[in-house]
T-cell receptor, first 111, second 113 residues
Framework: RKEVEQDPGPFNVPEGATVAFNCTYS??????FFWYRQDCRKEPKLLMS???SGNEDGRFTAQLNRASQYISLLIRDSKLSDSATYLC????????????FGTGTRLQVTL | NAGVTQTPKFRVLKTGQSMTLLCAQD?????MYWYRQDPGMGLRLIHY???????AKGEVPDGYNVSRLKKQNFLLGLESAAPSQTSVYFC????????????FGPGTRLLVL
């Protein structure tokens, strides 16, 4: 079983739609969680951290469910510019600053 | 403030050739990392460094060596390139301690024939 698993997609949604991605992780002792965004042929960039109580940043909402070991990302009012691959990232306990990356979920927002 | 830069952007090698990828950061970060990204595999950590003069193995270190002689630079070497090392290589850096955001360079695309 992969340490971090994501549905690769692609998710094709019209502009203005709401879309949600889930990600599951296998290490129950993982302590930190993030969503990174990666545009085609570009480097990954931090989108947002995921906190236990859930957190929101504009149109983006991230949630963590430790009991079920999954995190989610909700994007409201999708824009064309949201088209990208979204990487679920987990920091296991006791690994300094090493991160474990999922393979990503591709989102394509269309007119 | 350039952030993280990588040299070269693209390279073609023949099997058995050697090369060095250079990563530089101007953010005074303590930690630096080398990843490779392959289709369907996600980013995998090759080697990392928690400070000048120190390096450690990551998930897929075989066939690679690294050096961190200066705080701002992290070099990745391929001693004898193999087709399996065809990949996109990303360097990243981060502050030590509780700040865990990793800042990535633009990547180096390597093709080994």
């Amino acid at each position: 079983r992969k340490e971090v698993e994501q549905d690769p997609g692609p998710f094709n949604v019209p502009e203005g739609a709401t879309v949600a991605f889930n990600c599951t992780y296998s290490n129950s002792a993982s302590q930190s969680f993030f969503w990174y965004r990666q545009d085609c042929r570009k480097e990954p960039k931090l989108l947002m951290s995921v906190y236990s109580s859930g957190n929101e940043d504009g149109r983006f909402t991230a949630q963590l469910n430790r009991a079920s070991q999954y995190i989610s990302l909700l994007i409201r009012d999708s824009k064309l510019s949201d088209s990208a691959t979204y990487l679920c990232v987990v920091k296991p306990t006791g690994t300094a600053s090493k991160l474990t990356f999922g393979t990503g979920t591709r989102l394509q927002v269309t007119l | 403030n350039a952030g993280v830069t990588q040299t070269p952007k693209f390279r073609v090698l023949k099997t058995g050739q050697s090369m060095t990828l250079l990563c530089a950061q101007d953010m005074n970060h303590e930690y630096m990392y080398w990843y490779r990204q392959d289709p369907g595999m996600g980013l995998r950590l090759i080697h990392y460094s928690v400070g000048e003069g120190t390096t450690a193995k990551g998930e897929v270190p075989d066939g690679y060596n690294v050096s961190r002689l200066k705080k701002q630079n992290f070099l990745l070497g391929l001693e004898s390139a193999a087709p399996s090392q065809t990949s996109v290589y990303f360097c990243a850096s981060s502050y030590a301690g509780t700040q865990e955001t990793q800042y990535f360079g633009p990547g180096t695309r390597l093709l080994v024939l």
